[in-house]
């Protein structure tokens, strides 16, 4: 009331000093409404932010099947040790106090020892530079946690039985970034390791066991090159958030399968939010976004005849031979086999950087798809069925006199001397009968005749592992650059020309079919991972027809009955099955160096079955110099003999070779 007195008063200068105090006062208010009511939200979502971190969840990867169910890659549980910081951090106060309660007495006796030498009390001044630093403040709380968590790790080891270490460097930098997740000391643990640890942990060490998942192949290193291997990346896929603070290991596939359906395998990630303090240690944790689990990828690969493949190399020549086998339906272009030797084991590639770099394995090549071969003798049908097309009677003679001209240039013909026509040519495989019948029909045709094969073309298959071969075009065997010698070599399947086994596949496929050249399929379908969850399932079709040959039915009748012919009185006799009449090539192409000498042999045997009604074809290829093509067709026996088991369940286990 005194206020409101004196405010009556006639005072200019009272009156003003109370309108600039209710200014000030009515400025406050609207400053507090404006900051509890107007930007309480803005202010609450900052406070939010810093309160929480993120945490990438990466979700269960699919499975890889084969055609018929058999699990080719799949997640294991795996179950981790590991050391939750925040449940320590009274260990870390206690010990960093011991620390600075003994550096405080160090010190007293320093500043004690200076006095008695300058014989007064220090200023304060003075003893300022007895005083602790910031920096070495913060090296006794580094030496106080890292020798509480080793004292951790310490009781761990002795209670597991296994030897733990700590790492100084590796933990500090944990504590500064990730101290809010788990500290990993053990991964991997055993049923022995995992039964220790519950039966001997007290709860007072702040350790928990975590589980995650890691890929496994249950079936090693068979078709380890096509389904290809893992390496960590935790980076976002698309439609996912793309910033996280922390995230958990996570991985991406590299080549093969694993990397061809990375998409679909992956999942999507979820988001975890852990609340921290100001220290950044964990108090809860909520599930932003559950992730959701990868899809199943289905191949058309059949395992039991990818697995006679690969035994029969082993069993044969080694397991460290060079070589790659393809098996094709030859009606629907399903491809049930695809093996490259040697084989690589993928839990090796994704966790062993030094398998990655041996240039023996080469788990980055996939020898059945992405390594260029000159096919030799295997080309020489091809070349039949233009000469064929382009007027040849098949009846026609030609004379070997063990060699060939070509120019001035001498090709040497291994096939006996005599008189060839295109059946005994076939079986003998002369270089001299399809060097002269080739170079009659003219190259062009050749190229043409190629060229609805898709040589020097890729043939799609999702792995990104193909290379697309090579082959000249019209134009260039059209130059004059172009001689009949190279003519000659393409003829014999040499020279400028390079095939995949998968393209020889495709292409004797064709032959088998009646001229239809299919798309190879190695994904049936996409799946999801549980029949409940809604996914629908995704069927990729089936005998997809990439071009036709347009070629005489009559024509392709003829190539066929010389290739029966060629397995049953030439070089691919090994490759003969009781009760199954086999269509196929044997082959042998040299590997020139710059300087034009022989460096090395590629061998084949490419082939399909049964002759009445083809469903089957198989190419079988071999590096090195000391094989033949009838090597590579006793591989293919191995091949066709599971084919004719799977197809009769009731016959003998080993097929004999038919005399």
């Given amino acids: 009331m005194l206020i409101f007195d004196e405010l009556k008063k006639n005072d200019p200068q009272l009156r003003l000093v109370a309108v600039v105090l209710a200014s000030g006062l009515a400025v406050l208010l609207a400053g507090l409404w404006w900051v509890q ?81 300058l014989g007064h009390p220090l200023t304060k001044v003075e003893r300022r530079q007895f005083a602790l630093t910031p920096e070495q403040r913060e090296q006794l709380h580094e030496q106080a946690r890292f020798r509480v968590a080793s004292d951790v ?23 500064e970034a990730r101290r809010a997740l788990p500290y990993p000391l053990l991964t991997n643990l055993d049923n022995t390791q995992i039964a220790r640890f519950e039966e001997q942990y007290t709860g007072t060490l702040g350790l928990n066991l975590d589980l995650q998942p890691v890929r496994i192949y249950p079936f090693g290193k068979t078709a380890g090159h096509l389904l290809g291997y893992l390496q960590r990346d935790d980076s976002s896929k698309q439609g996912e958030d793309a910033y996280f603070n922390y995230y958990l ?23 975890e939010a852990v609340l921290v303090n100001n220290l950044g240690y964990r108090q809860s944790v909520n599930i932003l976004n559950p992730s959701e689990p990868g899809q199943n990828v289905v ?26 086998v393809v098996v094709m339906d030859v009606r629907t272009g399903d491809v049930l086999a695809m093996v490259s030797s040697p084989s690589v084991d993928p839990d090796y590639a994704a966790n062993d950087p030094a398998y990655l770099a041996d240039p023996k394995l080469r788990p980055q090549i996939n ?58 040519a076939i079986i003998f495989s002369s270089n001299t009968y399809f060097i002269t019948v080739g170079l009659r029909a003219g190259i062009e045709n050749l190229v043409r005749m190629a060229e609805k094969f898709h040589f020097g073309e890729r043939t799609g298959l999702p792995t990104r592992q193909e290379t697309p071969g090579i082959f000249p075009t019209s134009k260039q065997v059209s130059s004059t650059d172009w001689h009949d010698g190279d003519s000659a070599n393409i003829c014999i399947g040499q020279g400028e020309m390079a095939v995949t086994p998968m393209q020889m596949a495709v292409a004797y496929a064709a032959i088998a079919n ?39 039915a009559r024509h392709l009748k ?31 192409a040299q590997v020139m160096n710059s300087r034009n000498q022989e460096i090395d042999r590629t061998t084949w045997f490419a082939s399909f079955a049964p002759y009445e009604n083809p ?3 198989v190419v079988v290829m071999m590096e090195g110099r000391t094989f033949w093509g009838a090597t590579c067709a006793a591989i293919a026996h191995d091949i066709y003999g599971e084919i004719v088991k799977k197809a009769n369940p009731g016959a003998p286990k080993n097929l004999a070779r038919a005399n």
């Fill in 153 to 175: 790790v310490r009781q761990v080891s002795e209670r597991l039985g296994q030897p733990l270490q700590l790492n100084a460097a590796v933990f500090d930098r944990h504590y």
């Fill in 367 to 424: 020898r059945a798809t992405q390594e260029n071969y000159a096919p030799g003798s295997i080309f020489k049908p091809i070349v039949g069925l233009a000469a064929l097309e382009a007027g040849l009677d098949p009846n026609a003679i030609v004379d070997n006199p063990g060699y060939v001209y070509v120019g001035r240039r001498h090709i040497t013909d291994l096939a006996p001397p005599g008189q060839y026509n295109l059946r005994r």
């Fill in 37 to 117: 009511i107007v930007s309480a939200r803005e202010y609450e979502s900052h406070l939010e932010t810093q309160s929480y971190r993120t945490v990438r969840i990466p979700a269960v990867r699919g499975k890889i099947l084969d055609r018929n169910g058999r699990v080719l890659a799949e997640n294991h549980p795996q179950y981790n040790l590991g050391l939750y910081l925040d449940d320590l951090r009274k260990q870390f106060d206690a010990a960093y106090g011991q620390s600075l309660a003994r550096m405080r007495t160090v010190q007293e006796q320093r500043i004690a020892a200076e006095e008695k030498k």
């Fill in 249 to 271: 290991p996570d991985y991406r596939g590299m080549v093969g399968i694993e990397a061809g359906c990375d998409a679909e395998l992956r999942g999507r990630a979820g988001t």
């Fill in 299 to 324: 191949l058309t690969l059949d395992m039991d005849i990818e697995e006679a493949a690969t035994q029969s190399l082993e069993r044969q020549q080694g397991a460290d031979v060079r070589a790659a």
């Fill in 558 to 588: 003829i190539l066929r009955d010389a290739m029966l012919a060629e397995t049953q009185e030439g070089t691919g006799q090994a490759a003969q099955v009781a009760g199954l009449q086999i269509c196929g090539k044997t082959g042998t």
């Fill in 615 to 617: 469903r089957y074809a």
């Fill in 514 to 552: 009646g001229g239809t050249i299919l798309w190879p399929r190695l994904v049936e379908r996409i799946e999801p991972q549980g029949p409940a969850s809604g996914e629908a399932v995704i069927n990729y079709p089936t005998a997809v027809v990439r071009d036709h040959l347009g070629v005489d």
